[in-house]
């Protein structure tokens, strides 16, 4: 009964040697470190799929932006001859557009100022990079249409070449600039504008997109 209970205490008492407690803790760091690798694997794999596509989503936002607002265009057939300034228009060249456009969102209560907008897309130098850069500017006091641009901001960066043409319905073709002051176009907007943009991505990797935005009011509108 003595012997038995001797037995039965010596081997409650085996356990780990130091030589296998020393093993299982190098076999845990190795599948450690294991871990961290492939960890750090997926993040830098993470951020090389997310550098190479920021400059792609940044070139498509701003493709689809210029032709939300373009669409928006509009011309009043209202001038008010004592205050000259507060003039609508839609004046677009080759490599820049101006236009007034409803979509103005007047976000404090009170606030003196209308939906109406006036918009400018440009190339210019991106004050961050020294790059040639899309540039869009906006004003919206409606006093000072005939006189400002606004300040502009960059849309998107590292832009080659940006395009602007003009659906002209009674000639049937396209036009290099538009006036809607002149009697050439009726004081009406082209029936659409296509977008034509170059940007560089990576290195000399460039990303070319074209598209056309249908403006929904042509003719000069009534606001008093």
Known sequence: MIEQGRQQSKQLLVGFTLIETLVAVVL??????MGM??????????????ARSQPHDMIRQAMQRMTQEIATAYVSAHRDEENPVVETQF???TDKLSFTAFGHTVRRQGEKRSDQVKLTYSLG??????????LRAQVVDASA?????????VLCRNVESLAFSYWDDQLRDWQSAWDSQSTLTGN?????VRIEMVARTHGDTTLKLST???IRLTEPIHIQ
């Open 91 to 93: 004046k677009g060249e």
């Open 145 to 153: 249409f005939g006189q400002e641009e606004g300040k502009p901001q």
């Open 188 to 192: 009406a907007l082209p029936a659409r």
């Open 212 to 214: 056309q935005t249908r």
């Open 125 to 134: 130098t991106d004050p961050r990079t020294g790059a040639q850069a899309l």
């Open 37 to 50: 690798t492939t960890l750090q694997q997926m993040i830098s794999a993470k951020e090389r799929v997310t």
């Open 28 to 33: 845990l760091g190795m599948l450690g470190v």
